[in-house]
């Protein structure tokens, strides 16, 4: 089963049980993939998905710290569900240790000895993690390692 129907097999099962933050939060994340359909006139992948699930997880977090330096505790509870629902659509992020060894793995393939390879690294890892690892993460442990 694609993950759009997914989707849509959990919507149904979130409007039958009336949980509202759920269906509001997966009727987003459809009309995200259908707007870029109709604007790009091309069915998306499930890695598209994937994609668009996770720029909206990233929106959250940022929306979060807002919240949080705001004192709207309310806003802050709401986000923070809505983060764990689109989270049950990404697939299991690596461990630590799991990206340290992409990162070795790309620093050895592409000979990089210093901040100056940093982006040759970045990009080789984004690639092998693509929605298992956060940017920040693994942006903080390649500046390690190159150091």
């Known amino acids: 089963m694609s993950l759009k129907d997914h989707l849509a097999e959990d919507l149904k099962t979130a409007m039958k049980n009336k949980e509202l933050t759920r ?8 009309s995200s993939v259908k707007q870029i359909e109709v ?3 091309k069915e998306l992948s499930d890695e598209d998905v994937l994609q668009i699930i996770m720029k909206q997880v990233k929106q959250r977090n940022d929306a979060l710290e807002s919240f949080k330096s705001a004192g709207r505790e309310d806003l802050v509870e709401q986000t923070k569900e809505e983060i764990s629902i689109l989270e049950s659509y990404l697939p299991e992020p690596l461990t630590e240790e799991e990206i340290l060894q992409s990162i070795q793995n790309a620093i050895d393939e592409t000979g990089a000895e210093s901040m100056k390879d940093m982006g040759a690294v970045m990009n080789k890892v984004m690639a092998d993690t693509k929605g298992k690892a956060d940017g920040k993460i693994v942006s903080q442990l390649v500046r390690q390692k190159l150091q």
């Not at 269906?23 to 459809?30: A, P």
Request: no cysteine; hydrophobic share 35%.
């Open 23 to 30: 269906k509001n939060v997966i009727t987003m994340i459809r």
């Open 39 to 41: 604007d790009e006139r």
